[in-house]
């Protein structure tokens, strides 16, 4: 059974500031892995979409790379700013069509 | 253009009771998914919809639980006789379908957010 695990559960950095949001999985068969950022109270926005095939996504200030040999995925979010407040998921797609989330990380940046 | 809705927003009904929540994806997405959104559970699977194809039902807890899909469009989420355990948000998303082997971008609405007293 799939496991994606998301560490660490929460971060609290200040502005400006670049950080790395981790993401494993157990099964590395998985068609693709989405990123995802969820505000309070609200669904669930999609950010980044890579393929198996592919080894990162860019966009904007958010780059993903994955590694599926290894089971890792990492969110790189440069110049960290308030707006970038949220929770953040990342889940897989594996066999049938249905993603398998993690917990998410919870991030703060503080003005 | 418009996105994925779900209504209503927020639902709160006593334990016992049937409650129906609904589902409108983006216009022209085949696919349509179900999820559920629990403290302490996370973000989990219920049902799939393509097309006409039998919908995959792996993810629903329990048999108080059913959905439908009418023309292929808007979808409904039925729990009977709720618990309080079944006090979640409720997700729904869509996506294109552009056959097998290919997984595309899901699009999730707000939610509704039931709470069972």
Do not use: M
């Amino acid at each position: 059974k799939q496991e994606v695990t998301q560490i660490p559960a929460a971060l609290s950095v200040p502005e400006g500031e670049n950080l790395v949001l981790n993401c494993s999985f157990t099964d590395s068969a998985i068609y693709n892995l989405q990123w995802f950022r969820q505000d309070p109270g609200k669904g669930l926005t999609s950010l980044l979409l890579i393929q198996s095939s592919q080894r990162e996504q860019t966009s904007g200030r958010l780059n993903a790379s994955l590694d599926k040999s290894s089971g890792r995925s990492t969110l790189y979010i440069a110049a960290s700013q308030p707006g970038d407040s949220a929770t953040y998921l990342c889940a897989v797609f594996q066999g049938a069509q249905k993603l398998v989330f993690g917990q998410g990380t919870r991030l703060t940046i503080n003005p | 253009g418009a996105g994925v809705s779900q209504s209503p927003s927020n639902k709160v009904t006593e334990k016992g009771k049937d409650v129906e929540l609904r589902c409108d994806p983006i216009s022209g997405h085949t696919a349509l998914y179900w999820y559920r959104q629990s403290l302490g559970q996370g973000l989990e699977f219920l049902i799939y919809f393509q097309g006409n194809s039998a919908p995959d039902k792996s993810g629903l807890p329990s048999d108080r639980f059913s959905a439908e899909r009418t023309g292929g469009s808007v979808s409904t989420l039925t729990i009977q006789r709720t618990q309080q355990e079944d006090s979640a948000v409720y997700l729904c998303a869509s996506s294109l379908h552009r056959g097998t082997g290919v997984r595309e971008t899901q699009y999730f609405g707000p939610g509704t957010r039931l709470l069972v007293l």
